[in-house]
């Protein structure tokens, strides 16, 4: 039964709780771009769907509009999936539950996928509408965005014949934005040796938890200074093996490179001699971390167990790629456990400790606006691959910087053996001094909320640097509705603000004559 029912503007909401139905997280997109093609079916709309599964979909003016120049709508089909560690869903094959809190909607126990379900509900309303003025409407639904723009990155735009660019995939009504940073998903890749340990009876074997952060989006909230889980990973193995050394079996922590992690797990060998001093420090640990991150991550905690005390926990969502092992596991044989070598625990913990992270550099220009920075979204043990990999987004205004923040990367990698891989760059959207679309925009916002808009420029990556690239002169704004804490199971959405970014919408439509 629809929770949404009641709500304003209803075609939109119509659309939005149909697409939280549809699995639609980052490289599973099929069914959602599919659904998109047979609403275009339905309504007798041109349209395209490429090998990507990124849709465009056509349709002409209203009376009096026909000769106008197109306008493109632009939203992303794809959403982060997280989820709380007891929650049962499963998000690639099965829709969210919505619930409405006051003038908000969340989603139970995961991530609602405002970010961008809901530029896709709004065009498919105008699309579906027959008493809007519009122009001609290019409705260009891309995939991937969340991993590294990926769709708009291999999106033909031969067939748009529009420059002007409504993108809805922005989360702070009366925000204007007309400028970001470029970016790319780097990947640190540290070569590890293993070896087997079988005097066992003098050892043992602990699971290294980091938990209880706030996370968030590592362009967005990248300035609130939050802890990022594997990093102090990193901090705290580094304090363990020095004092009293360590072996490390294998480490885990985050899912998205673009989202700061909430949790980091690892699981390493300890002299069973050392077991209470190694317990004591982690708690003095314990004590630091609250301490410097009262602020901001007040819940931080690091749980120091035995690997028996640790499956008595519930799940934390990491062990599916946790490569856990345990002196009792079938496929240890007698007291035998495989573990990296000394060489390569130093190695992964120098990874952790010194690669960068967090801001690098604010912009001199536009005061409070990060321009340079990166977060080590992914920790992973692969061992068919003998190796530990770390993926970061790395994100700046300033294309020189990004290389040169990679470049970094590449010489730590290089002494340690490793090597760094890059996928997914995009170029920054430098700001249009001369844009018509954002003196309309600002005028009628002017007009219908009795204040000035905050035009500005930000650090997350947006799509419109690489359409920017595709399409001459093209003349964007991205805006949107309030959705907050957006990449966490926090998030929510503000279904008035919904209802007056709707309204502010058809208003420029009508303009654009």
Not at 119 to 123: P, V
Not at 327 to 341: A, C, H, P, R, T
Not at 426 to 443: C, F, G, H, Q
């Given at each position: 039964m629809s929770v949404l029912k009641e709500f304003k503007p209803a075609e939109v909401w119509k659309y939005f709780e149909k697409i939280c139905e549809i699995p639609h997280g980052s490289s599973n997109t099929k069914m959602i771009s599919d659904y998109c093609v047979e609403f275009a079916k339905e309504h007798n709309l041109r349209y395209i769907q490429d090998k990507s599964n990124n849709v465009i979909i056509f349709k002409d003016g209203t009376t009096g509009y026909e000769n106008s120049q197109p306008v493109i709508i632009q939203g992303h089909l794809d959403m982060v999936c997280e989820k709380e560690n007891d929650c049962l869903i499963d998000m690639e094959k099965e829709g969210l539950e919505l619930i409405v809190d006051g003038d908000m909607l969340k989603a139970v126990k995961t991530t609602l996928g405002g970010d961008d379900g809901i530029?896709?509900?709004?065009?498919l309303a105008i699309l579906d509408s027959t008493d809007i003025h519009h122009p001609p409407i290019e409705a260009v639904f891309t995939v991937d965005e969340e991993i590294g723009m990926l769709g708009a990155a291999d999106i033909d735009c031969s067939e748009l014949k529009g420059n002007i660019m409504l993108n809805l995939d922005s989360e702070d009504e009366g925000h204007l934005l007309v400028s970001c940073a470029g970016g790319a998903t780097a990947t640190c890749h540290v070569p590890v040796r293993y070896e087997t340990v079988s005097d066992v009876n003098a050892n043992k074997i602990m699971k290294l938890t980091i938990t209880g952060l706030n996370g968030g989006h590592s362009g967005v909230e990248i300035d609130k200074e939050r802890a990022n889980a594997n990093r102090i990973m990193g901090r705290v193995l580094d304090a363990i093996n020095v004092k009293y050394g360590c072996r490390i079996i294998s480490a885990?922590?985050?899912?998205?490179?673009?989202?700061?992690?909430?949790?980091?797990?690892?699981?390493?060998?300890?002299?069973?001699?050392?077991?209470?001093?190694?317990?004591?420090?982690?708690?003095?640990?314990?004590d630091i971390l609250k301490n410097e991150y009262k602020n901001t991550d007040k819940d931080i905690t690091v749980l120091f167990k035995t690997n028996n005390d640790s499956k008595s926990e519930s799940n934390d969502g990491l062990n599916t790629y946790l490569n856990i092992k345990s002196?009792?596991?079938?496929?240890?044989?007698?007291?035998?456990?495989?573990?990296?070598?000394t060489d390569s625990t130093k190695k992964v913990i120098a990874a952790l400790v010194n690669l960068p992270g967090g801001i690098q550099r604010m912009s001199t220009d536009i005061k409070g606006l990060v321009q340079t920075?990166?977060?080590?979204?992914?920790?992973?043990?692969?061992?068919?691959?003998?190796?530990?990999?770390?993926?970061?987004?790395?994100?700046?205004?300033?294309?020189s910087e990004k290389q040169e923040l990679i470049d970094r990367m590449d010489c730590l990698m290089r002494v340690l053996g490793g090597s760094v891989?890059?996928?997914?760059?995009?170029?920054?959207?430098?700001?249009?001094?001369?844009?018509?679309?954002?003196?309309?925009?600002?005028?009628i916002y002017k007009e219908q909320y009795g204040e000035e808009p905050i035009v500005e420029a930000i650090h997350a990556g947006v799509e419109c640097g690489l359409f920017a690239g595709k399409i001459k002169d093209l003349d964007c704004v991205s805006f949107g509705p309030d959705i907050l804490d957006i990449h966490t199971t926090s998030e929510r959405m503000s279904i008035s603000s919904v209802e007056r970014t709707w309204k502010y919408i058809l208003e420029i439509l009508k303009r654009l004559r």
């Open positions: 530029a896709i509900a709004y065009a885990a922590g985050g899912l998205k490179d673009n989202a700061i992690p909430r949790e980091c797990v690892a699981e390493i060998v300890i002299s069973d001699k050392d077991f209470d001093k190694i317990d004591s420090l982690v708690a003095e640990y314990n002196i009792n596991d079938s496929d240890n044989s007698g007291n035998n456990v495989e573990v990296m070598d920075s990166l977060n080590m979204g992914i920790l992973k043990t692969v061992k068919d691959n003998s190796e530990v990999s770390m993926s970061f987004s790395v994100r700046s205004s300033i294309g891989t890059c996928v997914g760059e995009y170029p920054a959207w430098e700001y249009k001094k001369d844009s018509t679309l954002r003196n309309l925009m600002i005028d």
